[in-house]
């Protein structure tokens, strides 16, 4: 459901949305008194600042940092950070490894703001709308497959993100494969993943020499997926495939 500020809403519905802005971008978390970012909820209530500009502060608070940036694989950081401030699940390793880029060479910052400042976020949100799941319809110019990965991301209204540190769409991602639509009940799927092993071949690192493209092969768990395809990324190799092998 999409809840958007206009000029004549009242103070009471000016709270329903800081309250909805918190439950989304925050990942359905409890937020005590003392969390609350009052200046910025000031700020909003008084329409000094858009609902776009109270996202970006509520993305870029140290709560938001403490529970998905710091104890948080890249990956999952990412998948998040789609999650809660595009209302989608990441399309494809090219646009996963793009914001791990960013979020590596530029920081946290620029990272948030590339999702925030994005004309997508602008033509689905603009600024005066609260992000939300998008994933219950097909959204133009996104593939379909986006659809199925949003409902290993979302598990329903009692899910708090913040209890899952581990990337729930790293295999799934990176080989441009169906996601299984699992029960959310189930002690399978993505959990169970971790005990797996997996062989990633990738070719092409920048120190290569331009006249030896050489391919190198990584056998990892699932656990150790998401940093092991983070330091492939840093070298600027490209990963050809990921097969499981056990």
């Not at 999650?83 to 646009?95: C, F, I, T, V, Y």
């Not at 689905?124 to 319809?137: D, I, L």
Request: with cysteine.
């Amino acid at each position: 459901m999409s809840l958007e500020l206009w000029p004549t809403s009242s103070l009471e519905d000016v709270e329903t949305i800081i309250r909805a802005v918190y439950k989304q971008v925050l990942g359905n978390p409890h937020v005590m008194e003392s969390e609350r970012l009052v200046a910025a909820e000031s700020q909003l209530c008084n329409r000094t600042i858009t609902v776009r500009e109270f996202v970006r502060i509520v993305a870029k608070s140290d709560f938001y940092r403490s529970r998905y940036f710091e104890p948080c694989a890249p990956y999952r950081f990412v998948e998040l950070n789609f999650k809660h401030l595009l209302g989608r699940a990441p399309q494809d390793q090219a646009e996963v490894s793009e914001h791990i880029r960013r979020c590596v060479e530029q920081g946290y910052d620029a990272e948030i703001d590339s999702y925030i400042d994005s004309d997508e976020y602008q033509s689905a949100f603009g600024e005066h709308m609260v992000p939300y799941f998008r994933g219950t319809v097909s959204q133009p110019g996104q593939k379909q497959v986006v659809y199925n990965r949003m409902f290993a991301l979302d598990r329903g209204p009692s899910q708090i993100d913040s209890a899952v540190r581990s990337s729930q769409l790293v295999y799934a991602v990176a080989t441009n494969s169906p996601t299984p639509i699992r029960p959310a009940t189930s002690r399978g799927g993505a959990y169970a993943a971790t005990e797996k092993l997996f062989k990633i071949v990738a070719t092409g690192a920048k120190f290569d020499s331009p006249r030896r493209r050489s391919t190198t092969e990584y056998i990892v768990s699932g656990s150790k997926m998401t940093p092991q395809i983070q330091r492939i990324n840093r070298t600027g190799a490209r990963i050809v495939s990921i097969t499981e092998i056990a």
